[in-house]
C-alpha cells in the first residue's frame, strides 16, 4: 500500500516535471535535443534493382548487397534505407507492392533478406525498408478480390466510386499523367489510383485495412529490421467526399492530397499498435507536407513519426516537372527556415538525393570534368554539416553522374512512358524539348546500375544486358578506381563521415548562416556549447572571397576538398571546415 503511494506521488512529481521522468534521466538533454542512434546516424539508401546482380540476370538482387557490405560499412554509415524489396510485378520498380511478406523473385529469397540482414547487424549497421501503404499493386490478393464485386468483403479495402455524370468521380489527376480515376468494367465502377494504374490506393478509413498494415509492419520488425521509410505517408486519409480540386489547387495537387482529414490520428494509431513497441526509426516521405506542418508530424510529444523528408530543398531547381535554374540564397533560405520551423523537440533530415531525382553532383553540383570531384566532395561536405539527419543515395559517394538520354527508348521509369504519350504523342511538346528536360530531371538518372569497376557493365552484372543502361563513364568513375585514390570522393565522404562521429556539434549544435545574400558562397556555423565550427562551401565555379564577423578569430582548418587551404579566398568548387 505504501509503496503504491509513493510511486503514485512520484508519478505526479514527474507529470508536474519537478523530477526528471524515466526518459530524461537515462538520455541526458544534449543542447535541448534528447540524443538517439538514429538523430546521430548517417543513411544510406540502395535500390536493389541496380545495386549489384550475383546471378547474371541483368537485376540487382539480395545476394549482390550482401557481397558488397564491406564497401558500404567503409563509409562508416550507420543505417541502410532498402527501396522496396517485396514481391511486386515491377510496374513502378517495386513500389507497387503484390506480397508484403514475400520477397521479389527477381531479388532472391527471404533466406538471402535473413542473411543480408544478419550481415548488416554484423558489421554493427541497421537496416530500415521501405512501407509502401498508400496504395498496392492492382495484383496484391486484396485488390483481386476487391474488384469481383460490389459486395466482396475486400470491396472496402480500395476506394471505388461510381461515375458522375458518365465521367471521372472529380478532377484528380494521377502523378503518373492522366486521371486519379481508373473504370474497372467488372463492376462499372471507377477506383482511385493516385499513381500508376496498377497502384490503387488503399482505403485507410476501413479499420481492417488500418490493421493488415500493422501487421506487415511487425511481421519485419520481428525479423530485427530496424525501421521504416514511409512511402508517400501524408497521402492516405482521403476527403472521402472527394471534391473537385480548384485551379489553385490542380497547380500543386500534391499538397491537396496531402494531411486529410484522419492523417495524424492513422499516425498516432500506427505509433499506438506498432512504433511503440520497438526501439526503430521512422521517416516519413512527407509530399505535400510544408515545414510550418511539419512538427505535427514529428514532434516528439505527438508520437507519429521521428523525422520526414521535406522536399523544398531537393525540388528548388523544378516548376512542376521542368527543370529551372536555381539560386544559392533560395537554397539557404530554406535550410534556415528548416532551421527556424523545427525545435529542438523536431528532429529533421537532410538530403538532395534520392532514386526519385537525378543524381546530385549533376543536379546541384558541377559534373564537367574539371569540377565534378570537388562538386561531390563539398556537397558531401554539406549534407554531413548541415542539421538533421544525412541521407545518402548509392553511387554519390562515388560522384557518379546523370546519364546521357538521347531517345524515350532509353527510359524505363512509368512516369517517362505516361508523360510521354500525355504530353509529345498528343503533340503538347515536341519530344526534344521533351528528351532535353528529362537528361535533367528524369528518376532514371540515379537508377542506372552502380559502377563497381572497369570490367563489362561496370561489375555490375556478368549477365549480358543489364535491365536499365551503365554510364558510359563508368570506365572514369567506379567503385574500384575510388578505393585506390586516396583524395577521391568515396575516400573523402568516409573520413567526414568519421569526424562526424566524433563531433557531437554536427549532430546537436546549433545552426547559423553567416551570409545569407552571398550568391556563390554558402557559409554556416555550427555551436555547441565551447565547440564551434564553421563551414565554408563555394557552389561557383569562379573563385570566392569569404569573411568572418567582427570579432570571430579563425581557427585552423580541419578539412578541405582541396587538400590545403589558406587565406580567405576559395576556389571554385572549394569546401572547408575550420574549427574555433
Ligand atoms: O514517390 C512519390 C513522389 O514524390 C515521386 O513520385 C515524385 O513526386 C515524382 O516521381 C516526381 O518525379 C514515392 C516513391 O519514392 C516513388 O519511387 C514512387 O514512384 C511513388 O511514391 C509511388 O509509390
Ligand atoms: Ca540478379
Known amino acids: 500500500m505504501v509503496k503504491r503511494l509513493i510511486a503514485g506521488l512520484v508519478a505526479v512529481m514527474v507529470a508536474c516535471g519537478m523530477v526528471a521522468g524515466a526518459q530524461d534521466t537515462d538520455a541526458k538533454l544534449v543542447n535541448g535535443y534528447r540524443p538517439t542512434w538514429w538523430k546521430e546516424a548517417v543513411v544510406y539508401q540502395i535500390y536493389p534493382r541496380s545495386f549489384k546482380d550475383s546471378n547474371g540476370d541483368g537485376i540487382g538482387d539480395l545476394k549482390g548487397i550482401t557481397s558488397k557490405l564491406d564497401y558500404v560499412k567503409g563509409l562508416g554509415v550507420d543505417v541502410i534505407w532498402l527501396s522496396p524489396h517485396f514481391d511486386s510485378p515491377n510496374a513502378d520498380n517495386g513500389y507497387d507492392i503484390r506480397d508484403y511478406r514475400k520477397v521479389m523473385t527477381e531479388f532472391g529469397t527471404m533466406a538471402d533478406f535473413d542473411t543480408m540482414l544478419a550481415e548488416i547487424k554484423k558489421r554493427h549497421m541497421r537496416l530500415i525498408i521501405d512501407l509502401v501503404v498508400n496504395h498496392t499493386s492492382d495484383e496484391h490478393k486484396w485488390f483481386v478480390e476487391s474488384r469481383k464485386s460490389k459486395d466482396n468483403p475486400y470491396r472496402d479495402f480500395y476506394i471505388w466510386r461510381s461515375p458522375k455524370d458518365g465521367k471521372e468521380p472529380n478532377n484528380d489527376p494521377s502523378f503518373f499523367s492522366g486521371s486519379a480515376w481508373q473504370m474497372d468494367k467488372v463492376t462499372d465502377q471507377y477506383y482511385l489510383h493516385y499513381f500508376a494504374v496498377k497502384q490503387p490506393d488503399l482505403n485507410w478509413d476501413n479499420p481492417k485495412v488500418r490493421s493488415e498494415v500493422y501487421g506487415l509492419m511487425k511481421f519485419w520488425l520481428d525479423k530485427g529490421v530496424d525501421g521504416f521509410r514511409m512511402d508517400v505517408i501524408p497521402l492516405i486519409s482521403k476527403n472521402q467526399e472527394f471534391p473537385d480540386l480548384t485551379p489553385e489547387q490542380l497547380r500543386n495537387y500534391g499538397n491537396a492530397y496531402a494531411n486529410g482529414p484522419h492523417m495524424h490520428e492513422y499516425l498516432q494509431e500506427m505509433n499506438r499498435e506498432v512504433m511503440s513497441n520497438y526501439d526503430v526509426m521512422t521517416v516519413g516521405e512527407a509530399l505535400g507536407i510544408s515545414l510550418e506542418q511539419t512538427p505535427l508530424m514529428v514532434g516528439e510529444q505527438r508520437k507519429e513519426l521521428n523525422m520526414i523528408f521535406n522536399f523544398d530543398a531537393i525540388r528548388l531547381n523544378r516548376q512542376g516537372a521542368q527543370w529551372k535554374q536555381w539560386a544559392l540564397p533560395d537554397m539557404k533560405a530554406i535550410y534556415t527556415k528548416h532551421a527556424e520551423e523545427l525545435d529542438k523537440q523536431s528532429w529533421d533530415t537532410v538530403f538532395l538525393s534520392n532514386h526519385d531525382n537525378p543524381r546530385v553532383v549533376s543536379n546541384f553540383g558541377d559534373d564537367s570534368d574539371q569540377y565534378r570531384v570537388a562538386s561531390s566532395k563539398l556537397l558531401t561536405t554539406m549534407l554531413l554539416t548541415l542539421r538533421g539527419t544525412p541521407f545518402f543515395y548509392q553511387g554519390d559517394e562515388l560522384g557518379m553522374t546523370n546519364y546521357p538520354f538521347e531517345k524515350i527508348g532509353d527510359f524505363d521509369d512509368i512516369e517517362v512512358k505516361n508523360a510521354y504519350k500525355a504530353q509529345v504523342l498528343t503533340g503538347h511538346i515536341p519530344e526534344a524539348d521533351y528528351i532535353a528536360n528529362l537528361r535533367r530531371t528524369s528518376r532514371d538518372n540515379s537508377r542506372t546500375p552502380m559502377q563497381w569497376d572497369t570490367t563489362a557493365n561496370a561489375g555490375f552484372t556478368t549477365g549480358a544486358k543489364p535491365w536499365l543502361a551503365v554510364n558510359p563513364n563508368y570506365t572514369k568513375i567506379n567503385a574500384t578506381e575510388e578505393l585506390k585514390d586516396p583524395a577521391s570522393p568515396y575516400r573523402y565522404m568516409a573520413t567526414l563521415v568519421k569526424l562526424r562521429r566524433e563531433t557531437p556539434a554536427f549532430v546537436y549544435g546549433d545552426y547559423k548562416d553567416l551570409d545569407p545574400a552571398n550568391k556563390s558562397v554558402f ?58
Not at 565554408?536 to 570566392?544: E, G, P, T
Not at 569569404?546 to 582548418?557: D, H, R
Not at 578539412?559 to 575550420?578: D, F, P, V
Open 523 to 580: 557559409e554556416y556555423t555550427r555551436t555547441l556549447g565551447s565547440e564551434r565550427y564553421l563551414v565554408v562551401l563555394n557552389f561557383s565555379d569562379k573563385a570566392a572571397e569569404f569573411s568572418v564577423p567582427e570579432g570571430m578569430k579563425l581557427g585552423k582548418v580541419v578539412l578541405s576538398n582541396e587538400g590545403e587551404a589558406e587565406g580567405m579566398t576559395l576556389k571554385g568548387w572549394e569546401a572547408r571546415i575550420y574549427r574555433f
